[in-house]
């Protein structure tokens, strides 16, 4: 079926009720066994609180794309809030920007920015020297000198070295090439028209190699910010939000900005929390009778995989662990604990392996998996299943949803 | 998803590689238990080198075309090597062209020919005896006299009573029915044009007929091949090569002209050897360095099971299973094991039931499976999965795909 197709149907079925989600993300959660004990992160740690949740839920693998393919992290949570990632593109502009609180009409065209070092007209760092975060605000703040006819620009800060790039203007086409060359040796390249781009993409980049031929001159004399990369150029998505769509008052504690701009996009209030799992837990506890879906994200697993180390990320699924009883005290109707995709410590990497999960829900069966880990996972009850049918479930066990058809 | 989109996909995020990946195909491995031991010929067979490349590895099933849908052998490999096979097909008359090194532009139309007896006007032999190669050789020569305005055609002799016929010209469609009637007793059919087809199949199905009209003239003094029946007018369809697809150098090590044909069709160097599978390891050691993706067809485990012979097809196996230490010997990234579709010995033909499949990687997850069997692989960690999705597999396990989104 195809996705709008099935997205209306449940949005269809959708009714009223009380009942508390909680969808509980370990980024990059997935791992790869350990050559030398053949367990993974997640079968090392011992996390007796979610073994035993394990035990009480039915549990299944979900892969966010297709198998095979590696998600981003946009595309591994639009999954898990019920959008396929493959008909709803959220590109890397859009989520710097709303990231940092910038507001994007359906016309802007968001860039992400990397300040960088350039000698003798190659790029010698791509992140210059990961500059403070004060020091890149200061940057912005001498760019927004820059003027343009006829589109008005506008440059915000992230941390260290990134920053968010707003185009705002009639005929900005986002089919238009990076100038991030991703990798150091090589100079900053020029803005191109894609070839199915047109006459606004033709327009939109010339705009671009003006905005950085005048950057460059601006931080001529700047060191080691002496000049910016720009990629990932997109329009935001007209995703219907999980209000429309479910009724849903969904509430998301993430720390980071392009987790908070993707539940942004999917309408989520995005809550204030501090930055700590124990932080994130008091948030929930604090804002429980406001919201009937929360989306909880925990970032530290996937660093630690992207690092390779295997033992911290191991650490890292043993402290969340400690704080499931502290959810489950609060009594949701669901919870779910799964990934947005795997990121083994031995690939350093994000990958293509199906993220492990768990459903706990009174309205669900129950099956023999007595641990939470990958191999169990892959015998448990749910099976393998796509992660943008995830959604379908939490409203169905919420008692959400409606019969379909007489 | 739709194919197209899936395969596009994935085709986009392919990066180059070393990696050697290899695609053991034993073809209709699939089975069902042996009534007195309630074991499948699989399972019967004495197989120590596949039970411990099934103890390494990670295991399931697959379905080349669908739940209950028994596939012949074009899609059942089709699915194997990444296609749809509901989007994608191939004719059997264009698998026989291909497969006697016939060149077909998008024009020709192709059909595959049985010589048959025809006595009193009813078939009595749909094979005609299953005349001699050299003696259809002979008739095919005198078919070549055959003369039809506006069209050209060629004929040229498979194995025994087989043949390959091509018509090139204008206006040519495949949407006319078979005249080879199924079974004896029945008249030669009339070709005539599909519902659907429009003028063009007007025209093609009275160039057909006009062609047998005269073919039995040419063999009415022939015994016992007098007369010829037609079915599977196909044309050549506008598959994307792997090469092109994934940057893939893929070399097909198959004995069978329609297995060669497949492999020729999706841009795979068919590669010269031996008939027997001793010869067809060595083809690999020899071209181990020129390839990356190596496709195995070995044929007898079907055509055993095609024979209702349940023990031969339990030798058959253990054949192949003797060679498994020396095709590991070369180090394959991905080695993958399985079939294109079941034959059980007791149906004596090609079934619905999902082929058991051995995926072996350093970069795969493990599982409990520790014997190659199909109900051990139900239990797998792969689960039962579309066959289509298993080239995606193979390239993410060979580090040839790159992150989807950002």
Redesign the interface.
Known sequence: MKDGKRMDVISRLSVGSDAKMVLLVLDGLGG??HPET?L?ELETASTPHLDQLAKDSICG?IHA????????????HLALFGY???EW????GV?SAVGVGMELTPDDLAARVNFCTVENGVITDRRAGRISTEENARLCRKLSAIHIDGVEVEIRPEKEHRAALVFRGPRLSPHITDTDPQRAGLPPLQCQPLPDGGEDAVHTAELVNEYLRQAAEVLADEYPANMIITR?FSKMPDLPTLDRLYGLRAAAIATYPMYRALAKLVGMEVLETGPTISDQVECLEKNWERHDYFFIHYKYTDSRGEDGDFQAKVRCIEEVDAYVPRILALRPDVLVVTGDHSTPSL?K?????PSPLIFHSRWERRDEVNSFG??AC??GGL??FPAQNLMALMLASSLRLSKYGA
Chains 1, 2 share one sequence.
């Open positions: 790869l066994p053949g993974t693998l794309v297709g198998p095979g393919i590696t998600p981003g992290s946009g595309p591994g396929n990632p493959l593109d959220v590109g890397r989520l990932g690939l990497a994000h990958s293509w392996h990958e191999t892959a015998g099976g393998t």
